[in-house]
C-alpha cells in the first residue's frame, strides 16, 4: 500500500508564490511516476505535471513557465513550485503516484490552494 499526504496549499495574492509537497509512505518502485493534478470548481481534474524517478518531467502547456516540479527520491516526496499565480489558478491539488508495475493509481487526499486578492 501507498499513501501520499500533501501539504503546502493555502491563500496566496495574484502573483505570488507557493510550493506544494507531497510525502509518499509505504513500498515506492523506482519505475513509480508522481505527479500533480488539479480540480477547479465544476472542472474535470487535469494534469499540472508528471515526473519520473529519474527527473524527466512532463508538464501541461498552460504551466510551462510558471510551475516547476521535482523530487527527492531519498525522501519519496515530489514537490510543485507554482509562481506568477494567477485567479485560475485556484482549484484543489492532487498529488498522484502510478507506475506501470502498479496495478492501480494512488492519489492523495489534496490541498487547497487559492489565488485571490
Known amino acids: 500500500q501507498v499513501q501520499l499526504v500533501e501539504s503546502g496549499g493555502g491563500l496566496v495574492q495574484p502573483g505570488g508564490s507557493l510550493r506544494l509537497a507531497c510525502a509518499a509512505s509505504?513500498?515506492?518502485?523506482?519505475?513509480?511516476?508522481m505527479g500533480w493534478y488539479r480540480q477547479a470548481p465544476g472542472k474535470e481534474r487535469e494534469l499540472v505535471a508528471t515526473?519520473?524517478?529519474?527527473?524527466?518531467?512532463n508538464y501541461a502547456d498552460s504551466m510551462k513557465g510558471r510551475f516547476t516540479i521535482s523530487r527527492d527520491n531519498a525522501k519519496n516526496t515530489v514537490y510543485l513550485q507554482m509562481n506568477s499565480l494567477k485567479p485560475e489558478d485556484t482549484a484543489v491539488y492532487y498529488c498522484?503516484?502510478?507506475?506501470?508495475?502498479?496495478?492501480?493509481?494512488?492519489w492523495g487526499q489534496g490541498t487547497q490552494v487559492t489565488v485571490s486578492s
Open positions: 498522484k503516484l502510478s507506475g506501470w508495475r502498479r496495478v492501480r493509481d494512488y
Open positions: 515526473i519520473t524517478s529519474g527527473g524527466s518531467t
Open positions: 509505504g513500498s515506492i518502485l523506482s519505475t513509480d511516476v
